[in-house]
C-alpha cells in the first residue's frame, strides 16, 4: 500500500488544493489521511474541512481541531515568546468564532489516533499508526532531536515492533528515523511549514510485504492567495510573513 500523509493543513486552502492536485497526478497513491490541524491561523477553516470531506479523507484530530471543538482556553500550541503567545489566542479566538457548527462537529468526531494494517488485519504484517504529536497526547512536541529511550517508550505504548511505522506531525518540521527498527516519521505541515521552506509537504509512505520507504514531497502553492486571505480576514501581518519565510519569521 503507498499511502500519502498529509498534516497541519492549518486553514490553508490553497497549499491543501495543491497537495491533492500533485497526489492525484502522480497516480500511484492508493489512500490519503491527515493528521491533524485541520484549522487554525489562515482564514479557510471551513472550506478546508469540506474539501477532505468531499475528498474522503480520513484522518485523526491534532491539537488545534480538538481545543476548538470543545472550546477549551487555549489551542495547546507552544509559544516562545510572549507575541507569539498573544498572536496564538487572536488565531484561536478568531477560529473559534469562524467554525460553523457543522465543522465544529466535524472535528469533535476526529479520533485521537488510527491504526493501519496494509496487509489487512486477518494477517500479520506491518503497521501504520497515526497520532497528531504523540501516542499519548496531541499537544506533546515530537521533534526530531528526541532521544532514542523516548522513542522506544512512544513505540511501547501502541505495541509497535520492528517493520512498523509511527507518523506524526504537530512540530511542522519533516523528519525519519530508525530505532529497533521501527520507524518514527514527522510528516511536516502542508499549510504552515516551519523547516524553512514555504512550499507545501506531505510524505508518501509505501508499506506492506517489503521494507517501509518513506518520501518526502513539497508543491509549490499559491502563496499571495493565502497571504492576501489572511490579510482579508483582519488576522496579524505576521501570519503572512511566517508563511513567507517558511516559519523563519518569528513571529
Known amino acids: 500500500m503507498r499511502y500519502a500523509l498529509l498534516s497541519d ?5 490553497e497549499a491543501l488544493d495543491a497537495v491533492l492536485a ?3 497526478a502522480r497516480g500511484d497513491v492508493d489512500a490519503v489521511y491527515h493528521l491533524g490541524d485541520l484549522v487554525g491561523y489562515s482564514s479557510n477553516p471551513n472550506a478546508v474541512v469540506d474539501r477532505l470531506r468531499a475528498r474522503g479523507v480520513a484522518g485523526i484530530a491534532g491539537n488545534y481541531d ?25 488565531s484561536f ?5 469562524a ?7 466535524y472535528l469533535a468526531a476526529l479520533p485521537f489516533s488510527l491504526d493501519l494494517r496494509p496487509l489487512g488485519g486477518h494477517a500479520a504484517g506491518p503497521r501504520l499508526v497515526l497520532v497528531h504529536g504523540t501516542p499519548t ?4 512536541y515530537f521533534t526530531a532531536d528526541r532521544s532514542d529511550d523516548f522513542c522506544r517508550k512512544m513505540a511501547a505504548t501502541v505495541g509497535l515492533t520492528a517493520g512498523d511505522l509511527l507518523a506524526f506531525g504537530h512540530t511542522h518540521r519533516p523528519w525519519h528515523r530508525t530505532v529497533d527498527g521501527i520507524h518514527f516519521l514527522n510528516t511536516g505541515s502542508v499549510g504552515r511549514p516551519k523547516d524553512g521552506d514555504w512550499r507545501a509537504g506531505y510524505v508518501v509512505v ?3 510485504d517489503a521494507p517501509a520507504q518513506v518520501e518526502f514531497v513539497r508543491v509549490p502553492y499559491d502563496l499571495e492567495a493565502t497571504v492576501e486571505g489572511v490579510r482579508a480576514a483582519g488576522l496579524p501581518k ?3 510573513a511566517f508563511l513567507r519565510s517558511g516559519g523563519t519569521s518569528t513571529s
Open 22 to 24: 500533485d497526489i492525484d
Open 66 to 90: 480538538s481545543t476548538v471543538a470543545t472550546a477549551y482556553r487555549h489551542c495547546g500550541c507552544k509559544s516562545e515568546s510572549a507575541r507569539q503567545e498573544e498572536l496564538a489566542h487572536i
Open 99 to 105: 467554525v460553523t457548527a457543522d465543522t465544529r462537529a
Open 9 to 13: 493543513i492549518h486553514a490553508n486552502l
Open 137 to 140: 497526547l496531541n499537544t506533546v
Open 238 to 240: 505576521e501570519f503572512g
Open 206 to 208: 509505501t508499506l506492506g
Open 93 to 97: 479566538q478568531y477560529t473559534r468564532a
